[in-house]
């Protein structure tokens, strides 16, 4: 009997070999599948006004409690890559429209979910993504043609879009207070008519522990969370001159470690007159400029401002603000129209920014300073969140955050579409219509893409205690009949025009989410294998080990 080599002869063989080399790729497949699917159950059951939210504990201790898609998944310690894509869909969602971060991971997984099943007859991969990828494209026309122009000037509509962002939250009960602060701080940084995007930096977010939600507030200046260093000077200012300044009002210090060894108290005392002297002179170069107010950006190498400092500038009646931080000069620049000085041999009148009134204020258990009546308002405004506690707060701040970018959807894309699972409904019945004037397998890909985009009105229904099949189908045929905007009003456990309801969205949220899901799935469906690479100390470790193991075996 003839020897088969490694190439060639044997052909039973030869085909068998072949078949079990398909058969790894397949099995990478339907992992990849199961691990995106089982991310996308995790946070299923946090989408819509009735979601659930999620606890999540830290290694450091931390608890975090919320139910926005990308922060669960953030906080989450995904270890399969495909999952980890899936993470990272949410955050590009979350950057894209800033809404829809458990929308989007939802319906990845039910594409995923349609893609095992086509997989499963037989259906080439590359086929499944090339059609997903068209039935994505055709999903944004019709939903082009579904939209309700939007003017800036509407402002009852863009409450109503940002109510609706706030409807799933946490602290959604506050969300007509929350509401106009979002509308009006993105309104107020931008010109409504020629704008085309807006600069979430302008729009600072200060956090403060103590009081309630309710005490939020817009302000158009700025507010420091530290209170002021007042050593007996002033902690009211009006018509201040604000300077910022970037070196420290403190002793010199050589760049290296060294020690000054005084031998008797006269040195000391002139030690100390030199100190004094050195400081004195900065003060009143600071005074001289006709600065009252001075903030001090935060050093890291040693104190921004000595106790004499203090002294000194509270005797000339200068109120003091410490620890600017890094970042946050730029938005204080362009908010008060001050430069920040780097040296005291620049500290002049012409970098100084002006306000009406500067004054420290009670907040809490603590103390802010606020900074109101600047020369020049409409390039920056500052949001003061107040909560009862910790995880209130950082979940008001996330909410808003929400609020903000779907309003700034609105801004980057004039159109608004109804919320409430009536979108995606009426995208799947027009896809399927758009299905059956296909032919072959494409006809396929699209029926299963058009049946996994009803995963949304299903989870809502499901997750406000409806039947979901039931409603489902009501939803279907309602829409079938002609009723573009109806959807599921989880509060009345009913199916009703939701646009009169006011449950409303930017296009951009679901338009980003379709497109961004589709983009996700095709590159799964496009791994067929997982190459594990190992770093250079692991391939040292095991050098290491194979020559041991090789002289144990010599020795033997």
Same mark, same amino acid.
């Given at each position: ?81 495909? =999952? ?6 949410? #955050?590009?969602?979350? /950057? ?14 039910? @594409? ?5 099943? &086509?997989?499963?007859?037989? /259906?080439?991969? *590359? ?34 879009? =940002? !109510? ?10 506050? !969300? ?7 509308? %009006? ?13 807006? %600069?979430?930096?302008? /729009? ?19 507010? @420091? ?21 970037? @070196? ?6 050589? %760049? ?58 509270? #005797? ?11 970042? %946050? ?63 209130? &707060? ?21 159109? &608004? ?11 799947? &019945? ?6 059956? *004037? ?7 890909? @699209?029926?299963?893409? =058009? ?21 489902? *189908? ?70 290491? /080990? ?11």
């Amino acid at each position: 009997m003839p020897q088969v080599g490694a190439y060639g002869g044997g052909g039973d063989n030869v085909s068998r070999s072949e078949y079990k080399d398909k058969d790894k790729p397949t099995q990478i497949r339907y992992s990849n599948i199961t691990a995106g699917k089982a991310v996308a159950d995790a946070i299923r059951t946090s989408l819509g006004p009735r979601g659930m939210d999620k606890m999540i504990q830290a290694a450091n201790g931390d608890v975090t409690i919320t139910n926005d898609g990308a922060t669960i998944l953030k906080q989450m310690q995904v270890l399969h890559p495909a =999952a980890k894509m899936l993470v990272e869909l949410s #955050k590009a969602q979350d /950057i894209e429209a800033g809404d829809g971060t458990t929308s989007v991971v939802v319906l990845a997984g039910s @594409f995923l979910d349609a893609s095992a099943n &086509l997989l499963a007859r037989g /259906i080439h991969p *590359t086929v499944i993504s090339e059609a997903f990828q068209r039935a994505a494209v055709k999903s944004t026309e019709i939903l082009e043609s579904m939209v309700t122009p939007l003017d800036l000037s509407d402002r009852e509509s863009l409450l109503k879009s =940002a !109510s609706t962002s706030l409807n799933s939250k946490v602290v959604s009960q506050y !969300s007509s207070i929350l509401s106009p602060i979002a509308v %009006d701080a993105v309104m107020k940084v931008i010109d409504p008519i020629t704008a085309k995007n807006v %600069d979430l930096k302008d /729009i600072k977010i200060v956090k403060k522990l103590g009081g309630t939600v309710e005490d939020t507030e817009l302000i158009e200046g700025l507010v @420091f969370s530290s209170k002021t260093l007042s050593a007996g000077g002033p902690t009211k200012v009006e018509k201040a001159k604000v300077g910022l300044i970037q @070196f420290c009002i403190s002793p010199p210090k050589t %760049d290296m470690d060294n020690q000054v060894i005084v031998s008797d108290y006269t040195q000391m005392d002139r030690v100390l007159r030199e100190e004094r002297a050195y400081i004195l002179e900065i003060v009143k170069k600071i005074k001289k400029a006709g600065c009252n107010v001075l903030l001090i950006q935060k050093s890291i190498l040693r104190d921004a401002v000595s106790d004499l400092a203090l002294h000194f500038l509270a #005797k000339m009646k200068i109120l003091v603000v410490k620890d600017v931080e890094r970042e %946050d000069v730029e938005f204080v620049c362009k908010t008060l129209g001050c430069r920040p000085i780097a040296s005291v041999d620049h500290f002049l009148p012409e970098y100084l920014g002006t306000a009406e009134l500067v004054e420290e204020v009670q907040a809490g258990s603590g103390k802010i300073v606020k900074i109101t009546g600047i020369a020049n308002p409409g390039q920056t405004v500052t949001v003061l969140i107040r909560g009862s506690n910790k995880l209130v &707060l950082e979940e008001a701040d996330r909410s808003l955050h929400d609020a903000l970018c779907v309003i700034r959807c609105l801004v980057k894309k004039r159109a &608004l579409i109804a919320g409430g699972g009536a979108p995606e409904i009426e995208l799947s &019945l027009k896809l399927m219509e758009y299905a059956n *004037t296909l032919t072959g397998i494409e006809q396929y890909c @699209f029926r299963a893409f =058009a049946e996994a985009l009803e995963v949304i009105p299903f989870t809502l229904a499901e997750n406000a205690g409806l039947n979901p099949i039931a409603t489902v *189908t009501e939803l279907r045929t309602r829409h079938a009949r002609g009723e573009r905007t109806a959807g599921i009003n989880v509060r009345k456990g009913a199916i009703t025009n939701i646009l009169e309801e006011s449950v409303v969205q930017p296009i951009l949220v679901t338009v980003s989410a379709i497109n961004l899901a589709a983009e996700t799935v095709r590159s799964i469906l496009k791994i067929d294998d997982i190459v594990t690479c190992l770093n250079l100390s692991d391939l040292y470790v095991q050098d290491k /080990i194979n020559k041991a193991k090789n002289a144990i075996d010599e020795g033997s």
